[in-house]
């Protein structure tokens, strides 16, 4: 089995930074984009950012220049460094990746359980 478990998440206050942290474990060949997104209530889950095994990201506008996506391909491990958090941060970030399992599996999509992020105004 693939499991993503994240950490990281909590309460901050308007202006402070958090760092959110996604280590997936189990049997894996190979991990392809890993990314977040996050929900908050009321709201469809959205991305907010991913990085491919070469490094390349891609941010959704609202993030952009205050969140830093970074992975450790070798601890198959996906982080996401937020500054300058506003409320409109506040809601649960999941992480996913891309995964392939065997040589010969197909890659699959898998989810992280959700970590809560609160900004405070």
């Known amino acids: 089995q693939v499991q993503l478990v994240e950490s990281g998440g909590g309460l901050v206050q308007a202006g402070g930074s958090l760092r959110l942290s996604c280590a997936a474990s189990g049997s894996i060949f190979s991990t392809n984009s890993m990314g977040w997104y996050r929900q908050a209530p009321g709201k469809e889950r959205e991305l907010v950012a991913a990085i491919t095994s070469g490094g390349m990201t891609n941010y959704a506008e609202s993030v952009k220049g205050r969140f830093t996506i970074s992975r450790a391909n070798a601890k198959n491990t996906v982080y996401l460094q937020m500054n300058s958090l506003k409320p409109d941060d506040t809601a649960v970030y999941y992480c996913?990746?891309?995964?392939?399992?065997?040589?010969?599996?197909?890659?699959?999509?898998?989810w992280g359980q959700g970590t809560q992020v609160t900004v405070s105004s």
């Open positions: 996913n990746a891309e995964i392939r399992k065997t040589y010969f599996s197909g890659v699959r999509n898998y």
